[in-house]
């Protein structure tokens, strides 16, 4: 079983920044792929950038130029550092992971719980 935990959200004013970040848990859990989902009221949860091993990044073009993803020195986090945040950027943002149990070799997909941010005008 392997859990995700995010920390690092709030409020800010637009314009400020915030740093999400996340770690899985599992000592012999290798993540392939981890990223950030958000998802706003009344609306469908969206991917709002990923990372693979390789270090190759992609983002949505809403947060394109604003969020940075990166890897942690520690195995399996990851950071979503938020720069120039706007009103629509208010969701709760979700980590995901992509990886893969070392001993025996199974896949698994998961979320973590999730984080606020707000973003007041």
């Known amino acids: 079983q392997v859990e995700l935990v995010e920390s690092g959200g709030g409020s800010v004013q637009s314009g400020g920044s915030l740093t999400l970040f996340c770690a899985t848990s599992?000592?012999?859990?290798?993540?392939?792929?981890m990223g950030w989902y958000r998802q706003a009221p009344g609306k469908q949860r969206e991917l709002c950038a990923v990372i693979t091993t390789g270090a190759g990044t992609d983002y949505a073009d809403s947060v394109l130029g604003r969020f940075t993803i990166s890897r942690g020195s520690a195995k399996n986090t990851v950071y979503l550092s938020m720069s120039s945040l706007k009103p629509e950027d208010t969701a709760v943002y979700y980590c995901y992971v992509h990886g893969r149990e070392e001993t025996t070799g199974t896949v698994y997909d998961s979320w973590g719980r999730g984080t606020q941010v707000t973003v007041s005008s």
């Open positions: 599992g000592t012999t859990f290798t993540a392939n792929t």
